[in-house]
C-alpha cells in the first residue's frame, strides 16, 4: 500500500469512526473504544503526515532556524 493510499484509508476510517463516536454521544453510550482507536489512528496520521518531508526540506529547515 502505498503512502497516499494509507493517508486516504486512515482518514476515511477516521471520518467513519467520528460519526459512530457523535451517534453514540447523542444516544448516551459510552465510546472510549472508540476515543482509543481514533487517538491511536490520529497518531498513524500525524506520523505519516510528517515523514513526507524530504531529507533535503528537513535539512533546510534546521539551517534556517539557526538565521543564516
Known amino acids: 500500500m502505498s503512502k497516499h493510499q494509507a493517508l486516504r484509508t486512515i482518514r476515511s476510517e477516521v471520518e467513519r469512526l467520528n460519526q459512530e463516536i457523535d451517534l453514540r454521544i447523542i444516544k448516551g453510550m459510552s465510546y472510549a473504544r472508540q476515543a482509543k ?14 515523514s513526507g518531508h524530504s ?12 538565521g543564516f
Open 55 to 66: 531529507w533535503f526540506s528537513r535539512s533546510m529547515n534546521f539551517v534556517s532556524s539557526f
Open 37 to 50: 482507536r481514533h487517538k491511536m489512528l490520529m497518531n498513524q496520521l500525524a506520523h505519516l503526515s510528517s
